[in-house]
């Protein structure tokens, strides 16, 4: 199968710590997406990449965030001193790029700060 | 403000009964529209989505919606739900112009009983 694939599925961490996600998109898309979610809501906007240029991020994104996309291909969200309202489900998805494209989700990796 | 509404929360069908999940949307211009649903330990799937022409939309696993442009609303339906079809339900909607993020609503939990 080849579809989105991230890594971990889960991550419980400490308050304080740093954690990196990892996303490997499907092999053909150009743009790659992080999303999160909360429980009880929908998943809402991070970033996004077209090949390996991150052109918009969201207000959501503070500067303990960052996001990489080195040569086009796999995607890491790294987040610096954690927080405990950045407990949620981090999601990533990839599409081709063309207009109205499908964009297809990984199973999301599920973080818990303590 | 450009929004996605989901007014139900949570909806318990019968098995065998039918389904409609209700979507509507606040933009200045009809945007893409997609539903995807989510599974537990699952990633987001998408059933169906509409760009333009007719009105009425299937999808997969036996999901049809109906765009209807006077009540900016995107209903989903289903003639006869089965128990596999328990999951979260999220509408969204994609700007036809600017870099595609979706925008999601909130969803809505659908419980199937017996």
């Known amino acids: 199968d080849t579809g989105v694939s991230q890594d971990p599925r889960h991550k419980i961490t400490k308050r304080g710590q740093n954690v990196t996600f990892r996303c490997d998109p499907i092999s053909e898309h150009n743009r790659l997406y992080w999303y999160r979610q909360t429980l009880g809501q929908g998943p809402e906007f991070l970033t996004y990449f077209q090949n390996e240029a991150q052109l918009e991020k969201s207000r959501l994104l503070s500067d303990r965030f960052s996001a990489e996309r080195p040569k086009g291909s796999f995607s890491t969200l790294e987040i610096q001193r954690t927080e405990q309202g950045d407990s949620a489900m981090y999601l990533c998805?990839?599409?081709?790029?063309?207009?109205?494209?499908?964009?297809?989700f990984g199973p999301g990796t599920r973080l818990t700060v303590l | 403000a450009q929004s996605v509404t989901q007014p139900d929360i949570h909806i318990t069908v019968s098995e065998g009964a039918s389904l409609e999940l209700r979507c509507n949307y606040s933009?200045?211009?009809?945007?893409?529209l997609f539903w995807y649903v989510q599974s537990p330990g699952q990633g987001l799937q998408l059933l169906l989505k509409y760009f333009s022409g007719d009105t009425l939309v299937q999808g997969i696993k036996g999901f049809e919606a109906e765009f209807k442009r006077s009540q900016s609303s995107f209903n989903l339906r289903k003639p006869s739900v089965h128990w596999s079809d328990a999951a979260e339900y999220f509408c969204?909607?994609?700007?036809?112009?600017?870099?595609?993020?979706?925008?999601f609503g909130t969803g809505t939990r659908l419980l199937v009983s017996p």
């Open positions: 969204a909607v994609v700007l036809i112009t600017g870099f595609q993020k979706l925008v």
């Open positions: 933009y200045g211009a009809t945007p893409y």
């Open positions: 998805a990839s599409s081709l790029g063309t207009v109205g494209d499908t964009q297809y």
